[in-house]
């Protein structure tokens, strides 16, 4: 399994723009698909967004639609998410995933998780 490592969180107001980032190292990167999950306090952790082995196919959840965009470059072992117009029910920790065969909240390789806060 991949190892991940996540960035880029912070404090930010409503409507800003943050872009995480989360790196991958022990595996074959292009291999695996990848994706962004969320947990806010005193809630389960849920899906964000998803993205193929090669970048061509993403989906999001509802709530991520039209303002969270996820990529990735295989040949940086990073995957990306691109968060604008954000608001204050966005602050929760984000993680990233990887699996080679499925993203979800069974998938086998999960980075600490990096800190996204967002006043009102």
């Known amino acids: 399994q991949v190892q991940l490592v996540e960035s880029g969180g912070g404090l930010v107001q409503a409507g800003g723009s943050l872009r995480l980032s989360c790196v991958a190292s022990g595996g074959t990167f292009s291999s695996y698909l990848m994706g962004w999950f969320r947990q806010a306090p005193g809630k389960e952790r849920e899906f964000v967004a998803s993205?193929?082995?090669?970048?061509?196919?993403?989906r999001y959840a509802d709530s991520a639609k039209g303002r969270f965009t996820i990529s990735r470059d295989n040949a940086k072992n990073t995957v990306y998410l691109q968060m604008t117009s954000l608001k204050p029910e966005d602050t929760a920790v984000y993680y990233c995933a990887g699996d080679p065969a499925v993203i979800s909240i069974r998938s086998g390789s999960w980075g600490q998780g990096t800190q996204v806060t967002v006043s009102s």
């Open positions: 993205i193929s082995r090669t970048g061509g196919g993403t």
